[in-house]
């Protein structure tokens, strides 16, 4: 398995609370990113990264931001919680030299009363 | 927007007999990618093929790609219960990073 780890794994929260989600990879890999999986939508891009502060946004970046100080950190911060960001949230990495392959993380269960 | 669509949305089969599930999409990709989901857990890598492709085999899996037709298939051959899990489809376009787009997913049920 690759070296990815999310904590938290399950956090319940109240709207209008920030809540940071972080990502920790141990494989030195160049590219992460942060999806959501929702009944009826896959997963959604939200953000990603290619390097150290280098981010962009995916599909569904609105009320999610991003920061990567350390190669081996990506965090996802929801500035105010809504009930709407209910779901399940993946990161992924890959590598520079075969980024077509991402590895997943075993998720966080999020949910926003 | 949904890139990949997939059919069927579940499936249910015995035992040893063969899986086949499919996936379209509509822009232009540079490969396709299929991941597997144990229920409650992430994401797994089992095969790409890329767009100038046709069919590719990994041990019991085969995939095809019509770039024409945009669309692609999983075959899982001498299927088991151990392949009980959702398959999903991804496009991915590489555009700096690359960038994947999920299908909903099909779930497979395999009945010992």
């Known amino acids: 398995d690759a070296g990815i780890t999310q904590s938290p794994r399950h956090k319940v929260t109240e709207t209008g609370t920030p809540v940071t989600l972080r990502c920790h990879q141990t494989?030195?890999?160049?590219?992460m990113y942060w999806y959501r999986q929702d009944p009826g939508h896959g997963l959604r891009l939200i953000h990603y990264?290619?390097?150290?502060?280098?981010?962009d946004k995916g599909e569904v970046s609105d009320g999610y931001s991003v920061s990567r100080s350390k190669t081996e950190d990506f965090l996802l911060t929801l500035e105010s919680a809504t009930s709407s960001q209910t779901s399940v949230y993946f990161c992924?990495?890959?590598?520079?030299?075969?980024?077509?392959?991402?590895?997943f993380g075993p998720g966080t269960r999020l949910l926003v009363l | 927007s949904q890139q990949g669509e997939e059919d069927p949305q579940a499936l249910s089969i015995q035992e040893g007999e063969n899986a086949t599930m499919n996936c379209s999409y509509k822009?232009?990709?540079?490969?396709l990618q299929w991941y597997r989901q144990n229920s409650g857990r992430g994401l797994v890598h089992l095969i790409l093929?890329?767009?100038?492709?046709r069919e590719k085999h990994s041990g019991r899996l085969r995939v095809t790609l019509d770039t024409s037709k945009k669309s692609s298939s999983l075959l899982i051959t001498a299927s088991r219960a151990a392949d009980t899990a959702s398959y999903f489809c991804?496009?991915?376009?590489?555009?700096?990073?690359?960038?994947?787009?999920f299908g909903q997913g099909t779930r497979l049920t395999i009945n010992p």
């Open positions: 494989e030195n890999h160049r590219y």
């Open positions: 990264s290619y390097g150290v502060k280098d981010t």
């Open positions: 093929i890329r767009s100038n492709e």
């Open positions: 992924a990495i890959s590598d520079m030299g075969n980024q077509e392959t991402q590895y």
């Open positions: 991804a496009t991915g376009l590489i555009q700096g990073a690359q960038k994947l787009v």
């Open positions: 822009t232009s990709i540079n490969n």
